[in-house]
């Protein structure tokens, strides 16, 4: 298949989509561009760029963990409508 020629109706029809005529050559036309630039990227010699995930290298940065102070569990429970056992109880939402 050539860079510029993409089949857009046997895509639509896989995909349930209708178009009309007008979209059809519309989508063509677009399509054809991308692929001439994917065409013109394949090109391209990259046998000496090794393959990143990033284009800049990323760090985590973690604090460390520390005990702090925290809500006491009865002024924490206070508000729930519904508990048990120290713990709050909700309603099932996945079956």
Known sequence: MS????DVRYVAELARIKLEPGEIAAFE??????LEHVEKLNQLDVSQV????HSFPIYNIFREDETRP??????VLANAPRQAQGLFIVTKVVE
């Open 3 to 6: 860079a510029t020629k993409f």
């Open 29 to 34: 036309a677009q399509l054809g561009h991308v």
């Open 50 to 53: 090794e393959p990143t995930a």
């Open 70 to 75: 925290s809500l006491d569990r009865e002024a």
